[in-house]
């Protein structure tokens, strides 16, 4: 096959040099220049940066796609391409093509997600593990995947092995998950869905399998409901679940109490956030891919932030429009929004989103030269080499696209229009509707020009309601797609957008906005020049409290002419955001069902699927979450998670029932657990940043990570961030690695991965030693007592022994005696713990650190 050949840049940049364009370049916005250096900066696998700011990320897009366009008729030139992609503005590509178009250090696919499964056989042992690497191959080419467990028989079936009987779902859960957790590419971790139809007789085991800490947490689950189940659940009636799955002749049948099974799914929801759930039915009924399933395109599962329902081997590419870049003279009374500009660019997204699948199509081709160039075996080779074969098929076939959204919540406001109101929402919708049409025409017009997708036929499409709906609101391009057929597939989808959003410095995706204003706290030296110190710690640490304001709250606060640089206290932010249009249009304020009712009304105007949270304060009900479930079911949504602040933070505990107060206190377990609850202690010492990541288990220290904050080899991670989990995993190698895991703002994880190999080795060796000790039982006050006798030549190790003693003070319990140790003031003997700090019961006098 005849490969393009990329050309390599010369050119190349330090980390710091690239930081402090592109700091620049977002205008000093510190979390979105990180982000873009360390994901989607083209870069070597020696980390050498070859491109200083996004401008010339733009550049290197632009010129591929452009290079593209010359195939056809009428093509965009490069300059046309990057006035529309620059600056984030307009068209934005999403994770993989922002990386990967380009790129000639990575043999990588542009696809952002995959599904995989085959019929027959992968009930087999053969056939799991085939799936099992599958899945590996692709999420070491960086894409997410997504598969379904409907097809494994339920446990208790009869095998003709040596187990006799089948083992049922969730140890394949955990195989799968394991996989995942194995996977890493330049710190992006895999990303797996795993489905199974509530009509399984495993099914509750599924929906039980991540509430036992520890447990498949390489993974994100969601229950495939049908509108049988749904029914029985309003009805309070029976189901039945059987095996094969809705087969007239099962093998195995059950029957369940519905609203029973529904309890456990909100509940489980209400307390970790997951299952999620798809409304399966709605999915198929609505799919302009199925009317091809007996070709092959059969919906079975979705990709893991369930925005794209896909068939076996299809893959999706992601790209976002910037709503609030349509805005003229937003926050003004003025604003209006520009329909016909609007139009236009979904015309030029969608083509631009064509060529992308043409870009795939290469870096495919290359993927299966570099599969053919490997020096292994050809049978060790088959199973990754048919798997690019069949995903080739299918992009080349059907040429699915995936354009979405970005800053809904910011085009309300500057519109003067509060999000979750019906005038909003009415207003939306006609967005949406504007952007399935404009679409699906630029896709009837690329036909005329590149030739409909290989498999188009109108006559089985003609019943679809989807299709349907755009012949009643257009039926001109109906008929035109009659005459032409369509280049594409299926087109549209609404995606989460984490980091396209803290470039595009907008609200994500369809959401509103988080915060339009909230604190955050740097730490500084009470002894330094102009030092602020507005609040000092329980161990005695200063900081200095700021506020950050959202990009377009503080363009409404310019627009206003309000001051930006002034440091408002509480009273008067409430007083500012009273006045904007973000007040009580925060994901905390917005009426949960009015969001929910908005999904279903826009989801008829999106082909895919949209990946949305409903995020609830923690002290929701638990029959708020099934409401809200139930509502999104009958006004046609295709799926919905829910996220109840805190939920996810120490709630993932054991199945068993809870231990009594002296099992409690009882020793640690004599191996380490694979995933352990963890806290996040920043401190300072002589002007420099420390962090320590401290494991817990029932909240008491098992092991410590410490080293400096921000140095080149050091851990970046948010300031707002508190705790997470820490989990052993195993390199390649058979070593041991710890990582760290969070979950961002938006409720989706991220991990930091080897802080074992993220300190300087001689703190390592320290915090082995000091982990030990605290493995063992030692209690804190005598692992502090260690750690202070420690006589250790270097002052930064120094600094580092008084940062660890520190951070475990804050672990020993109120009221224990210091015993040995004197006040510094009067002498007494009489010392305690509080909140960390020694203090003299005597005197008073209390000292931190």
């Not at 053969?126 to 997410?144: A, F, P, T, Y």
């Not at 999915?283 to 007996?294: H, L, N, T």
């Not at 504007?434 to 006559?459: C, N, P, Q, T």
């Not at 679809?464 to 299926?490: Q, T, V």
Request: aromatic share 8%; charged share 30%; proline share 4%.
């Amino acid at each position: 096959m005849q490969l393009k050949t990329v050309e390599t840049p010369q050119k190349n940049y330090t980390q710091q040099e690239a930081f402090e364009a592109s700091l620049s370049y977002f205008k000093n916005d510190d979390l979105a220049a990180r982000v873009w250096v360390n994901k989607y900066a083209l870069k070597d696998s020696q980390g050498n940066i070859y491109e200083r700011t996004p401008d010339d990320m733009h550049r290197r897009i632009a010129k591929e796609i452009a290079r593209i366009e010359v195939k056809y008729p009428n093509p965009l030139n490069e300059e046309e391409i990057y006035g529309l992609i620059r600056g984030f503005k307009y068209i934005v590509p999403q994770g993989s093509p922002m990386a990967g178009i380009g790129n000639p250090f990575q043999i990588a696919s542009l696809s952002n997600c995959f599904v995989v499964g085959n019929d027959g056989d992968s009930d087999s042992y053969g056939g799991v593990l085939k799936i099992d690497q599958e899945q590996v191959q692709l999420m070491k080419r960086r894409g997410g995947v997504g598969h379904d467990l409907s097809h494994i028989r339920p446990k208790g079936s009869p095998v003709k092995n040596s187990a006799l009987t089948s083992t049922g779902l969730v140890p394949f859960m955990e195989r799968y998950s394991n996989s995942t957790r194995e996977v890493a590419q330049d710190g992006r971790r895999g990303a797996l869905m795993l489905s199974v139809s509530i009509n399984h007789p495993d099914a509750e085991d599924f929906i039980d399998a991540k509430m036992e800490q520890g447990k498949v947490t390489g993974a994100n689950v969601s229950v495939r409901m049908d509108d049988a189940f749904m029914q029985a659940v309003e009805r309070d009636s029976e189901y039945v679940q059987k095996f094969p799955v809705h087969s007239a002749e099962p093998k195995a049948f059950k029957k369940i109490d519905a609203k029973q099974v529904w309890n456990k799914i909100v509940h489980n929801a209400w307390q970790s956030a997951e299952p999620g759930i798809l409304f399966w039915d709605t999915i198929i009924r609505e799919s302009v891919p199925d009317c091809y399933a007996d070709l092959g395109y059969r919906t079975v599962s979705t990709n893991p932030c369930g925005e794209i329902p896909l068939c076996p081997y299809d893959s999706c590419r992601l790209l976002a429009i910037n709503l609030f870049s349509y805005v003229e003279e937003p926050f003004t009374e003025k604003a209006r929004f520009n329909s016909e500009l609007f139009k236009k660019h979904v015309a030029a997204a969608q083509r631009i989103m064509d060529d992308i699948i043409d870009l795939e199509l290469e870096k495919v081709d290359r993927i299966l030269t570099k599969i053919d160039a490997d020096p292994e075996l050809e049978e060790t080779k088959a199973v990754e080499r048919n798997l690019w074969m069949k995903i080739r098929e299918k992009a080349k076939e059907g040429r699915r696209t995936g354009i979405g959204i970005t800053a809904e919540g910011d085009m309300l406001a500057a519109l003067g229009l509060r999000y979750g109101s019906e005038e909003a929402n009415a207003f939306s919708i006609s967005v949406h509707k504007s952007l399935a049409l404009e679409a699906y025409r630029s896709s009837v017009h690329l036909a005329k020009d590149r030739g409909a997708f290989g498999i188009f036929d109108a006559d089985r499409e003609k019943q679809n309601p989807f299709i349907l709906r755009l012949k009643e609101a257009d039926e001109k391009l109906y008929y035109e797609m009659l005459e032409h057929g369509r280049r594409n597939i299926a087109l549209l989808t609404i995606a989460p957008t984490g980091t396209t959003s803290l470039m595009t410095q907008t609200t994500s995706g369809i959401e509103p906005v988080f915060l339009p204003v909230y604190k955050r706290r740097r730490k500084v030296n009470p002894n330094d020049n102009g030092a602020r110190v507005d609040f000092v710690d329980e161990v005695g640490d200063s900081w200095e409290e700021y506020l950050v304001f959202h990009h377009r709250f503080k363009q409404w606060m310019e627009v206003n002419g309000i001051d930006t640089e002034k440091n408002y206290d509480q009273e008067q932010i409430d007083a500012l955001v009273k006045k904007s249009p973000y007040y009580k249009a925060t994901s905390n304020d917005v009426d949960w069902l009015s969001k929910v009712r908005l999904q279903g009304s826009v989801q008829k105007w999106v082909d895919h699927s949209i990946s949305v949270t409903i995020n609830l304060p923690n002290d929701v009900s638990e029959e708020l979450v099934g409401q809200l479930y139930l509502e999104a079911w009958r006004v046609g949504c295709k799926g919905v998670t829910v996220y109840r602040d805190g939920s996810r933070s120490g709630v993932l505990i054991s199945n068993s029932e809870k231990k009594d107060e002296e099992e409690t206190l009882s020793p640690f377990p004599t191996k380490r657990p694979q995933t352990l609850e963890a806290d996040v202690v920043r401190f300072q010492n002589n002007k420099e940043k420390w962090i320590a990541f401290i494991g817990l288990i029932e909240d008491r220290p098992y092991e410590i990570f410490t080293g400096l904050v921000d140095d080149e080899d050091g851990i970046l991670i948010p300031r707002w961030v508190e705790d997470g989990l820490i989990i052993k995993n195993r390199n390649e190698d058979g070593t041991s690695r710890y990582d760290f895991q969070y979950k961002n703002k938006r409720g989706y994880k991220t991990t930091i991965e080897g802080l074992s190999h993220k300190f300087n080795p001689e703190y390592w060796n320290y915090a082995k030693l000091i982990s030990g000790t605290l493995r063992h039982g030692m209690v804190i006050e005598k692992v502090v007592d260690l750690i202070n006798s420690l006589q250790l030549d270097s002052e930064q190790i120094n600094t580092w022994k008084n940062g660890v003693a520190r951070a475990l003070k804050r672990y020993v319990a109120d009221g224990t005696l210091a015993k040995g140790q004197k006040c510094n003031s009067c002498k007494s003997t009489n010392l305690v713990y509080q909140e960390g700090c020694l203090t003299c019961k005597d005197c008073g006098s209390s000292k931190c650190g």
